[in-house]
């Protein structure tokens, strides 16, 4: 990511506006045919991307504009506050091309030219406005696996938040990002914070081992978002390789000697930013 020279009053602008985005709802499901079976996951369009966070964006004096980069081997979000400050950042696009019938490579056609573009417009701005706006697909994109986008989920704002939009949050508790704090209580149980609600019935606790599925999937996310940027990734690399303060582990060496397979996740999406072989 890259900024003007001062981003104080963009800084102050872009945390008020953060805090009137409508929740994102999730409205577009994908069937994913893998090869152990076959599942579901959703993610945000970007018409629900958009409508969530440019009323709030717009009423604290920033807007956002996109732009295919000079080599056209990337896309370019900005954002731009009305001081003349600003933050961008570049998004990768990897197009192959696709493969006729007669065995032979053709160059992407328009539709897929167009598709890539929506994907990193996607990405961009989700990553420039730290917002969440897919579920995991659990590396069945890099695995080859077949995957199939069914129609749209009807986007209904409602009124109560900035955009409109209602409260598209799921029902349950919200995860802790804390790992370490898992691990301490052997569990994490959302009913010893909140109380349990008269005729509900309890939540499930949250696991060990879901809440460091949970810390690799966000890892895998912001990895995702830095498309093939080899500089952002090896810096990602190095923050996560720390120990923090009062730590015997950083949080890398943790994952890989407590989820193996959850550090394999995270070193391949790595190795795809870093564009190395994976």
């Known amino acids: 990511m890259q900024t003007s020279a001062e981003i104080d009053k963009l800084t102050e602008a872009l945390a008020k506006a953060q805090k009137a985005f409508a929740p994102i709802p999730k409205d577009r499901e994908v069937t994913v045919h893998a090869k152990s079976g076959t599942y579901k996951f959703k993610y945000a369009t970007l018409d629900a991307i958009l409508s969530a966070t440019k009323p709030a964006l717009s009423e604290n004096g920033l807007v956002l504009t996109q732009g295919i980069t000079e080599d056209g081997n990337g896309l370019q979000t900005n954002l731009m506050h009305a001081s003349g400050q600003w933050i961008m950042n570049i998004t990768g696009m990897i197009i192959s091309g696709r493969r006729g019938a007669d065995g032979q490579t053709y160059p992407p056609s328009n539709q897929e030219l167009g598709s890539a573009q929506s994907y990193a417009r996607r990405y961009g701005i989700s990553a420039l406005l730290c ?88 890892a ?46 995270v070193l391949h999406q790595y190795n795809v930013a870093a564009g190395l072989p994976s």
């Open 131 to 218: 917002i969440t706006a897919d579920e995991d697909d659990d590396g069945n994109i890099a695995d080859g696996n077949e995957i199939k986008t069914s129609e749209r989920v009807p986007y209904k704002p409602q009124p109560g938040s900035a955009g409109g939009g209602g409260d598209f949050r799921p029902p349950g508790p919200r995860r802790s990002n804390w790992v370490e704090d898992a691990e301490r209580d052997g569990i994490v149980d959302h009913n010893r914070k909140k109380g349990e609600l008269p005729g509900k019935p309890k939540p499930a606790p949250v696991t060990v081992a879901e809440m460091v599925r949970d810390w690799a999937d966000k």
């Open 220 to 265: 895998i996310d912001q990895l995702k978002f830095m498309g093939v940027n080899k500089a952002l990734a090896a810096d990602w690399w190095r923050e996560q390789s720390k120990v923090p303060e009062g730590k015997k582990q950083s949080p890398l060496e943790f994952l890989e000697e407590r989820a193996p397979k959850q550090y394999e996740r």
